[in-house]
């Protein structure tokens, strides 16, 4: 036996003594339960026979009884609280066999050659990451007879999306070796039924947390919560451990699988996961707040990437990868299935509907120049002379009062009053704006909105419950001297487009992008923030001047 062998067989024995201490932890809790139950028995049993006669233990007998009955009646509470609890399920995209043969064709003879079993299905997350999920409780809670047959199916194959954009076919294979290797252990009875008792604690517990519920209701949901809390603190070192072991013993089977590809397909995985998120914290959440939801998200991580190897001096070197076959070339419909997934990663980021509606539409990577860059700085320099406006700032232009321009900003910003206390003022103000119109905006109040009827077989964020979306927020709020920084950057933008023929512009790793002559400006962040946190406007004024900006001129805002 090689030594992998002997790895892979030790930490699968480890694994299997984790489990069955978990499951000692729920014999030792039902033993508990019954042992009311048994006194009582014995108790009758010898009054029965003579012994242990009189009115004393008559009374004892039937406080026993008693007692036993309550612990019962608590313990079938906790029980049908735990069954009945539905765990969660990672929000993820479906992807049916018929969508994707290649893939599920890759996955199964990635099983043979480990000798496990192959997963029940495939799924896609917008995220850089793949595991195996068990999906059986949603199954079995819908019938009986499909329910049972798939108590005993393989988990779900998990599949980062930025992973089928930008890896190459072998290079996933090499990713998902260690992954799919762990639905042996999965398929194990013991570690199998340890791990629904530790999901069906936890669900518990976040079913009786969930808001809404009755007094009536609420109070046995509680107590029900607090026992599987006392459950779960007594099991967590133990699943920990249980799962480390699973998954050491699944790396250990996939090492020969691929080996010599898998350093390099790691070194891509953190490529991947930089370029992802970068992609969304500078490129897509602007587009989010505008409405607007980027429809191809993975496939601008790879012209992210690209980009990113263009500026390090790797051209040459990812030139000659990128001529090998990409992943998602092993699907039908590429294009269909990473609209999906941006949509999900939109949701699950930043909230909004599950479907496209007013005021949350998609937008192709072509439109975005126009359709968020452009919209967003001319949204903000309306939200800025708005906010001016309410604070009784006068108009620079005394021909036409109403007319905004950007010597406006600067002259406030600037002004007799003091660099601090008007920059202040303003700040909270656009603070204020924009918290009040973004929890106007539509699609903010959970994962149902706008999508009448939804259920569990319909929307993949169901089983998080009705609260607020995003789930996962990329960003911390701004502050109030960030947001002000921003619409005046905005405001400048929109004077250099208006009168210096300047154009919106995408930059793939750095998100909006102001285009003087074809090139992108991104030397503007320290003249506007000498203006903003100093109220010094020299820095910005040689700016202007050297880019031919009039801040004299109106602006047109939306």
Same mark, same amino acid.
């Given at each position: 036996?090689?030594?992998?062998?002997?790895?892979?067989?030790?930490?699968?024995?480890?694994?299997?003594?984790?489990?069955?201490?978990?499951?000692?932890?729920?014999?030792?809790?039902?033993?508990?339960?019954?042992?009311?139950?048994?006194?009582?028995?014995?108790?009758?049993?010898? *009054?029965?026979?003579?012994?242990?006669?009189?009115? =004393?233990?008559?009374?004892?007998?039937?406080?026993?009884?008693?007692?036993?009955?309550?612990?019962?009646?608590?313990?079938?509470?906790?029980?049908?609280?735990?069954?009945?609890?539905?765990?969660?399920?990672?929000?993820?995209?479906?992807?049916?066999?018929?969508?994707?043969?290649?893939?599920?064709?890759?996955?199964?003879?990635?099983?043979?050659?480990?000798?496990?079993?192959?997963?029940?299905?495939?799924?896609?997350?917008?995220?850089?990451?793949?595991?195996?999920?068990?999906?059986?409780?949603?199954?079995?809670?819908?019938?009986?007879?499909?329910?049972?047959?798939?108590?005993?199916? =393989?988990?779900?194959?998990?599949?980062?999306?930025?992973?089928?954009?930008?890896?190459?076919?072998?290079?996933?294979?090499?990713?998902?070796?260690?992954?799919?290797?762990?639905? *042996?252990?999965?398929?194990?009875?013991?570690?199998?039924?340890?791990?629904?008792?530790?999901?069906?604690?936890?669900?518990?517990?976040?079913?009786?947390?969930?808001?809404?519920?009755?007094?009536?209701?609420?109070?046995?949901?509680?107590?029900?919560?607090?026992?599987?809390?006392?459950?779960?603190?007594?099991?967590?070192?133990?699943?920990?451990?249980?799962?480390?072991?699973?998954?050491? =013993?699944?790396?250990?089977?996939?090492?020969?699988?691929?080996?010599?590809?898998?350093?390099?397909?790691?070194?891509?995985?953190?490529?991947?996961?930089?370029?992802?998120?970068?992609?969304?914290?500078?490129?897509?959440?602007?587009?989010?707040?505008?409405?607007?939801?980027?429809?191809?998200?993975? =496939?601008?991580?790879?012209?992210?990437?690209?980009?990113?190897?263009?500026?390090?001096?790797?051209?040459?070197?990812?030139?000659?990868?990128?001529?090998?076959?990409?992943?998602?070339?092993?699907?039908?419909?590429?294009?269909?299935?990473?609209?999906?997934?941006?949509?999900?990663?939109?949701?699950?980021?930043?909230?909004?509907?599950?479907?496209?509606?007013?005021?949350?539409?998609?937008?192709?990577?072509?439109?975005?120049?126009?359709?968020?860059?452009?919209?967003?700085?001319?949204?903000?320099?309306?939200?800025?002379?708005?906010?001016?406006?309410?604070?009784?700032?006068?108009?620079?232009?005394?021909?036409?009062?109403?007319?905004?321009?950007?010597?406006?900003?600067?002259?406030?910003?600037?002004?007799?009053?003091?660099?601090?206390?008007?920059?202040?003022?303003?700040?909270?103000?656009?603070?204020?704006?924009?918290?009040?119109?973004?929890?106007?905006?539509?699609?903010?109040? *959970?994962?149902?909105?706008?999508?009448?009827?939804?259920?569990?077989?319909?929307?993949?964020?169901?089983?998080?419950?009705?609260?607020?979306?995003?789930?996962?927020?990329?960003?911390?709020?701004?502050?109030?001297?960030?947001?002000?920084?921003?619409?005046?950057?905005?405001?400048?933008?929109?004077?250099?487009?208006?009168?210096?023929?300047?154009?919106?512009?995408?930059?793939?790793?750095?998100?909006?992008?102001?285009?003087?002559?074809?090139?992108?400006?991104?030397?503007?962040?320290?003249?506007?923030?000498?203006?903003?946190?100093?109220?010094?406007?020299?820095?910005?004024?040689?700016?202007?001047?050297?880019?031919?900006?009039?801040?004299?001129?109106?602006?047109?805002?939306?």
């Amino acid at each position: 036996m090689s030594g992998i062998d002997v790895g892979e067989e030790l930490g699968a024995r480890a694994a299997q003594a984790r489990a069955l201490s978990l499951l000692r932890i729920r014999g030792r809790a039902l033993a508990v339960a019954i042992l009311p139950a048994a006194v009582a028995v014995v108790l009758f049993a010898a *009054g029965a026979q003579g012994h242990l006669a009189g009115p =004393a233990w008559d009374a004892v007998r039937w406080t026993v009884l008693a007692v036993a009955v309550l612990v019962l009646l608590v313990t079938v509470l906790v029980a049908v609280s735990v069954a009945r609890a539905r765990p969660a399920v990672s929000p993820t995209v479906p992807v049916p066999e018929e969508g994707a043969p290649d893939l599920y064709r890759l996955v199964r003879d990635l099983a043979d050659r480990l000798d496990v079993p192959a997963p029940s299905a495939i799924a896609l997350t917008p995220d850089c990451d793949s595991w195996l999920e068990d999906r059986t409780h949603r199954a079995l809670r819908r019938g009986t007879g499909a329910g049972a047959e798939a108590a005993d199916a =393989a988990p779900v194959l998990v599949i980062g999306s930025p992973f089928l954009w930008w890896m190459r076919v072998a290079e996933l294979r090499a990713v998902l070796a260690p992954v799919v290797a762990g639905t *042996g252990p999965s398929a194990h009875p013991d570690i199998a039924a340890a791990r629904r008792f530790v999901r069906g604690l936890d669900a518990s517990i976040a079913d009786a947390a969930a808001p809404g519920r009755g007094a009536v209701r609420g109070a046995p949901l509680a107590f029900a919560g607090w026992v599987s809390r006392l459950l779960l603190r007594a099991c967590r070192g133990h699943a920990a451990e249980m799962e480390r072991c699973v998954a050491a =013993a699944a790396s250990m089977r996939a090492q020969t699988v691929d080996h010599g590809l898998r350093i390099s397909a790691q070194e891509q995985v953190g490529l991947a996961y930089a370029g992802w998120d970068r992609l969304l914290t500078r490129v897509a959440l602007p587009a989010w707040r505008m409405g607007r939801w980027p429809s191809r998200l993975d =496939a601008g991580v790879v012209a992210a990437l690209t980009e990113l190897s263009r500026r390090d001096r790797l051209a040459d070197d990812f030139a000659l990868r990128l001529g090998e076959r990409p992943a998602c070339d092993l699907l039908e419909e590429p294009g269909v299935a990473d609209e999906a997934a941006s949509l999900l990663a939109a949701r699950l980021f930043h909230g909004g509907p599950a479907e496209s509606g007013p005021g949350w539409a998609p937008v192709d990577w072509q439109q975005y120049p126009d359709e968020v860059v452009d919209r967003k700085w001319r949204t903000e320099a309306a939200r800025l002379h708005r906010v001016l406006d309410t604070l009784g700032v006068p108009r620079a232009t005394a021909a036409d009062p109403a007319v905004p321009t950007l010597a406006r900003v600067m002259e406030h910003l600037s002004g007799s009053g003091g660099p601090g206390c008007p920059g202040e003022e303003l700040a909270a103000g656009i603070g204020a704006a924009v918290a009040r119109e973004e929890a106007e905006a539509p699609g903010r109040g *959970g994962p149902q909105h706008g999508v009448p009827g939804a259920g569990a077989a319909d929307d993949p964020l169901d089983l998080w419950g009705p609260g607020p979306l995003p789930l996962f927020p990329l960003q911390p709020p701004r502050t109030g001297t960030e947001l002000l920084a921003d619409h005046v950057a905005a405001m400048v933008c929109c004077a250099a487009v208006d009168t210096a023929g300047a154009a919106p512009g995408l930059d793939w790793l750095d998100g909006p992008a102001l285009l003087v002559g074809g090139e992108r400006r991104a030397d503007l962040t320290t003249p506007v923030l000498s203006l903003v946190e100093d109220g010094d406007p020299d820095p910005l004024l040689s700016w202007l001047a050297e880019v031919g900006v009039r801040s004299d001129k109106p602006v047109r805002l939306v």
